[in-house]
T-cell receptor, first 114, second 114 residues
């Protein structure tokens, strides 16, 4: 089965600082999803990466999938308190041919101090 | 605006009670999922459904059952609640089809079993 390991498990930064969260897979990633969760709430979809070397950006958040498709990173530039929350990576272990079941990493808790 | 709603945000039940968690989506999605989320473990799939009256076990189905009588509604049932089922429960839905498309999540139900 596919396992996703996120690092770090938690992160505390000062507002304005850049940060990176990593997601490493035990198997090749065919579809990698990034979600954000505010404490006690549901998950909000951020981005999905599919191709090796792919990079996507939305506002100040950039996600990349490495060429070997076994690791993804999420980079936040000039962090703001609104970026605080739990970031989760999820992957489709069946390569997009299943019912869309996702395996998730354990999550990274981000705190941004004003 | 697409929506997945869950019947309760917070629920407190006693050991041995039968518990129903309801999830409704308005996007006409074929696939629906129930996850539980625990600190340090990420999201784990309990059950999913790919059509009305169709269901498949996820990674941790023990102690749970599900019902899907209508396309828009997916219910999670705890036949006899136990304290180790205290958790955050998240419902999600997804459009069917090959390839990659994201799951949409509800706000979650935080269940406490005393």
């Amino acid at each position: 089965s596919q396992e996703l390991e996120q690092s770090p498990q938690s992160l505390i930064v000062q507002e304005g600082k850049n940060l990176t969260i990593n997601c490493t897979s035990s198997k090749t990633l065919y579809g990698l999803y990034w979600y954000k969760q505010k404490y006690g709430e549901g998950l909000i979809f951020l981005m999905m990466l599919q191709k090796g070397g792919e990079e996507k950006s939305h506002e100040k958040i950039t996600a990349k999938l490495d060429e070997k498709k076994q690791q993804s990173s999420l980079h936040i530039t000039a962090s703001q308190p609104s970026h605080a929350g739990i970031y989760l990576c999820g992957a489709d272990p069946a390569g997009g041919t299943s019912y869309g079941k996702l395996t998730f990493g354990q999550g990274t808790i981000l705190t941004v101090h004003p | 605006d697409v929506k997945v709603t869950q019947s309760s945000r917070y629920l407190v039940k006693r050991t041995g009670e039968k518990v129903f968690l309801e999830c409704v989506q308005d996007m006409d999605h074929e696939n629906m999922f129930w996850y539980r989320q625990d600190p340090g473990l990420g999201l784990r799939l309990i059950y999913f459904s790919y059509d009305v009256k169709m269901k498949e076990k996820g990674d941790i189905p023990e102690g749970y059952s599900v019902s899907r009588e209508k396309k828009e509604r997916f219910s999670l049932i705890l036949e006899s609640a136990s304290t180790n089922q205290t958790s955050m429960y998240l419902c999600a839905s997804k459009r069917r089809g090959m390839g990659y498309n994201e799951q949409f999540f509800g706000p979650g139900t935080r269940l406490t079993v005393l």
